[in-house]
C-alpha cells in the first residue's frame, strides 16, 4: 500500500521503527509503517462546520506533519501530496477506519 502524501510503497506487514519515535511521540518498538490520521478541512461557510478527511501517512510523512491529535489542510498541501485533499476520503466514524488497509482503493 502507498503513502497518500510521498506515494512510498509499504508492506503492511513489515512493522518499522521510527526514526523520530521520542520527537513524535510514538513508540520505539516495531510499528506498522503506515497509519491514519484526520486532516480538518478549512472552515465550511455552506455548511458551518469543517470536514474531516483520512490520510494513510508513512513514518517519515508523519514526522513532516508534526501532527497534534488531527492535520489541517494547509499542513496537508503544504506537503505536496499525491493525493490531493480534495480526493481523500471523509472519515467515517462507523467503521474501522483508524485501519490503513481499508483505504487501498485511494491508492491503487
Not at 35 to 55: L, M, N, P, R, Y
Not at 79 to 101: A, M, Q, R, S
Request: hydrophobic share 35%; aromatic share 10%.
Amino acid at each position: 500500500m502507498k503513502c497518500f502524501a510521498c506515494g512510498v510503497e509499504k508492506d503492511l506487514n513489515v512493522l518499522e521503527v521510527s526514526r523520530w519515535a521520542n520527537e513524535d511521540n510514538l513508540t520505539d518498538e516495531p510499528i506498522p509503517p503506515l497509519h491514519v490520521i484526520e486532516c480538518q478541512s478549512e472552515w465550511q461557510s455552506d455548511t458551518g462546520q469543517h470536514i474531516f478527511k483520512a490520510v494513510v501517512v508513512c513514518l517519515e510523512c508523519h514526522h513532516k506533519l508534526e501532527p497534534d491529535m488531527w492535520i489541517c489542510e494547509d499542513s496537508w498541501k503544504r506537503l505536496n501530496p499525491v493525493i490531493p485533499f480534495d480526493k481523500l476520503p471523509v472519515t467515517n466514524l462507523e467503521k474501522d477506519w483508524w485501519n490503513p488497509e481499508n483505504f487501498k482503493k485511494y491508492v491503487e
